[in-house]
């Protein structure tokens, strides 16, 4: 049996019609790539914790696990959130499944895909801030497909990789714990239609008429064909619903609203996914976590007709209140809503839990495990959540939010107000959130205040690594290889 983290308790031939141009056959499109017991400290949740490997029934209980990330998908894009959006497959999963209600990433991608893989807070990576993944490689940090790996897990990446370093090869793939992976990489080509794109160290041909959303569901579909009858572990960070917006294949002719067909695209392709799943009799034995990665860019939105507070790149509610929808047919209770505290650094925890997979030693793990509430168990849920953005950061539990320069918010109103305690009232509930609060911030030490980072500094290295990276790009694609 495994004990829980974070809780004192025990493929056929034919054209690829839809990859939109490419014009080549399933065949050749994978030719292109070539073919125990640990102590943890886990301070998300404020105790100790054991985790135990259980390989020998690894081929009988390990389930699959799919993680699909949006990009910049804030609650108000989702319609059982109370968002405007239209995207029926993501209801009906929630309807199915298990929808969170308080689940917080960072306010922008970098850090949030850093705590997701890693399962540690921004300032221990030193990765607060987009343009420095480079703090957080293969020699620091041990990412959940590493470990999952080793508990027999093949694993894949598809999608989005550039704000975390080193994933233009396969070589670099396999440093981090993925046996294969087609990344969009963005210096050498568009987000949306005719991408860059780059498997396994070599450049995938496109025309005009290519679509990358399509060519990454098409390799996703493979992969689990491929991958179907032992477990496997995929990591789908989407290219929707990024900006600079374009038309979808669906979209129709003159004008339109391009945040609504991005957003009813990708929820199509989800249930295109859950779709193949059936298909291949796949979905009693696969978890699937559907996340966005940050706010809607530019302005948070609205819930219920209310515009909530913050967008993408702001600590305010709407940076970092996501939705987050899980779908385990037979173990998730149906319709089931959990308002449960969930971060970024809780992936971790949760599919080791299930998988049965060793979780790294020496490293301080912040992750908090929420297998209970995907089953529709009470558990012992994480008291409090930890976000950072550069030089800015907040603890926050159910009611109550405590920032960086000292000031306490009464969150009861969110996502749509927080509001300022000012000192002189401060008294009763307010003070004793307070000393709680508090406290979480005294235990991280030194090492929370080392890590601030000045945002002018940020984005120096942010156009300096660009540039450097846009070179590199260049020079492999103008040799034929992305090695």
């Given at each position: 049996m495994i004990s829980v983290l974070c809780r004192e308790r025990a493929k056929k031939g034919g054209t690829v019609g839809n990859m939109n141009g490419i014009g080549i056959s399933r065949r050749q499109f994978l030719a292109m790539a070539g073919g125990g017991m640990t102590a943890i400290s886990l301070s998300g949740c404020m105790t100790e914790g054991r985790v135990e490997n259980s390989l020998k029934e690894r081929n009988v209980n390990q389930p699959n696990i799919i993680l699909i990330l949006a990009d910049d998908l804030g609650i108000p894009g989702v319609g059982c959130y109370g968002g405007i959006y239209k995207t029926p497959r993501l209801d009906a999963m929630a309807r199915e499944g298990v929808r969170f209600e308080y689940c917080f990433s960072a306010p922008l991608c970098a850090p949030s895909r850093a705590m997701l893989m890693t399962g540690r807070f921004p300032f221990r990576t030193g990765v607060?801030?987009?343009?420095?993944?480079?703090?957080?490689?293969?020699?620091?940090?041990?990412?959940?497909?590493?470990?999952?790996?080793?508990?027999?897990?093949?694993?894949?990446?598809?999608?989005?990789?550039?704000?975390?370093?080193?994933?233009?090869?396969?070589?670099?793939?396999?440093?981090?714990?993925?046996?294969?992976?087609?990344?969009?990489?963005?210096?050498?080509?568009?987000?949306?239609?005719?991408?860059?794109l780059n498997r396994n160290g070599q450049p995938v041909p496109v025309t005009e008429k290519s679509y990358a959303p399509d060519i990454l569901h098409e390799y996703v579909v493979d992969f689990i064909a491929r991958h179907k009858d032992r477990p496997f572990f995929l990591y789908y960070p989407m290219t929707l619903i990024h900006a600079k917006l374009f038309k979808t294949p669906d979209s129709g002719v003159g004008g339109g609203d391009l945040l609504a067909d991005n957003i009813a695209y990708m929820d199509k392709l989800v249930g295109k996914l859950l779709d193949e799943l059936e298909k291949l009799k796949l979905a009693e034995k696969t978890l699937v976590v559907?996340?966005?990665?940050?706010?809607?860019?530019?302005?948070?939105?609205?819930?219920?007709?209310?515009?909530?507070?913050?967008?993408?790149?702001?600590?305010?509610?709407?940076?970092?209140?996501?939705?987050?929808?899980?779908?385990?047919?037979?173990?998730?209770?149906?319709?089931?809503?959990?308002?449960?505290?969930?971060?970024?650094?809780?992936?971790?925890?949760?599919?080791?839990?299930?998988?049965?997979?060793?979780?790294?030693e020496g490293l301080k793990i912040d992750s908090c495990s929420f297998v209970p509430q995907i089953k529709g168990e009470a558990g012992k849920p994480r008291e409090w959540i930890f976000i950072q953005l550069g030089n800015k950061?907040?603890?926050?539990?159910?009611?109550?939010?405590?920032?960086?320069?000292?000031?306490?918010?009464?969150?009861?109103?969110?996502?749509?107000?927080?509001?300022?305690?000012?000192?002189?009232?401060?008294?009763?509930?307010?003070?004793g959130a307070r000393a709680k609060l508090q406290k979480v911030l005294d235990d991280f030490g030194p090492a929370l205040q080392a890590s601030s980072v000045l945002e002018k500094k940020v984005k120096k290295k942010v156009k300096k690594s660009d540039k450097k990276a846009k070179g590199q790009s260049k020079k492999r694609k103008k040799t034929g290889t992305l090695k």
């Amino acid at each position: 049996m495994i004990s829980v983290l974070c809780r004192e308790r025990a493929k056929k031939g034919g054209t690829v019609g839809n990859m939109n141009g490419i014009g080549i056959s399933r065949r050749q499109f994978l030719a292109m790539a070539g073919g125990g017991m640990t102590a943890i400290s886990l301070s998300g949740c404020m105790t100790e914790g054991r985790v135990e490997n259980s390989l020998k029934e690894r081929n009988v209980n390990q389930p699959n696990i799919i993680l699909i990330l949006a990009d910049d998908l804030g609650i108000p894009g989702v319609g059982c959130y109370g968002g405007i959006y239209k995207t029926p497959r993501l209801d009906a999963m929630a309807r199915e499944g298990v929808r969170f209600e308080y689940c917080f990433s960072a306010p922008l991608c970098a850090p949030s895909r850093a705590m997701l893989m890693t399962g540690r807070f921004p300032f221990r990576t030193g990765v607060v801030d987009n343009g420095i993944g480079d703090k957080a490689t293969p020699k620091t940090e041990t990412i959940i497909a590493k470990i999952l790996k080793q508990a027999g897990y093949v694993t894949a990446m598809a999608g989005k990789w550039h704000q975390l370093p080193l994933m233009n090869s396969a070589e670099e793939a396999k440093a981090w714990g993925f046996d294969e992976f087609l990344k969009w990489d963005k210096f050498t080509g568009e987000r949306y239609w005719k991408p860059g794109l780059n498997r396994n160290g070599q450049p995938v041909p496109v025309t005009e008429k290519s679509y990358a959303p399509d060519i990454l569901h098409e390799y996703v579909v493979d992969f689990i064909a491929r991958h179907k009858d032992r477990p496997f572990f995929l990591y789908y960070p989407m290219t929707l619903i990024h900006a600079k917006l374009f038309k979808t294949p669906d979209s129709g002719v003159g004008g339109g609203d391009l945040l609504a067909d991005n957003i009813a695209y990708m929820d199509k392709l989800v249930g295109k996914l859950l779709d193949e799943l059936e298909k291949l009799k796949l979905a009693e034995k696969t978890l699937v976590v559907f996340v966005g990665d940050n706010g809607l860019a530019r302005y948070g939105g609205k819930i219920s007709g209310r515009e909530i507070a913050g967008h993408k790149g702001t600590v305010l509610e709407g940076g970092s209140r996501v939705p987050m929808v899980v779908s385990w047919k037979g173990t998730t209770t149906g319709g089931k809503v959990s308002k449960d505290l969930v971060e970024f650094t809780d992936f971790y925890a949760t599919f080791a839990e299930v998988a049965g997979a060793k979780l790294p030693e020496g490293l301080k793990i912040d992750s908090c495990s929420f297998v209970p509430q995907i089953k529709g168990e009470a558990g012992k849920p994480r008291e409090w959540i930890f976000i950072q953005l550069g030089n800015k950061w907040y603890v926050r539990d159910a009611r109550w939010k405590l920032n960086q320069s000292d000031e306490l918010f009464d969150m009861k109103d969110a996502p749509f107000a927080e509001h300022l305690v000012a000192a002189g009232d401060q008294n009763g509930d307010a003070a004793g959130a307070r000393a709680k609060l508090q406290k979480v911030l005294d235990d991280f030490g030194p090492a929370l205040q080392a890590s601030s980072v000045l945002e002018k500094k940020v984005k120096k290295k942010v156009k300096k690594s660009d540039k450097k990276a846009k070179g590199q790009s260049k020079k492999r694609k103008k040799t034929g290889t992305l090695k």
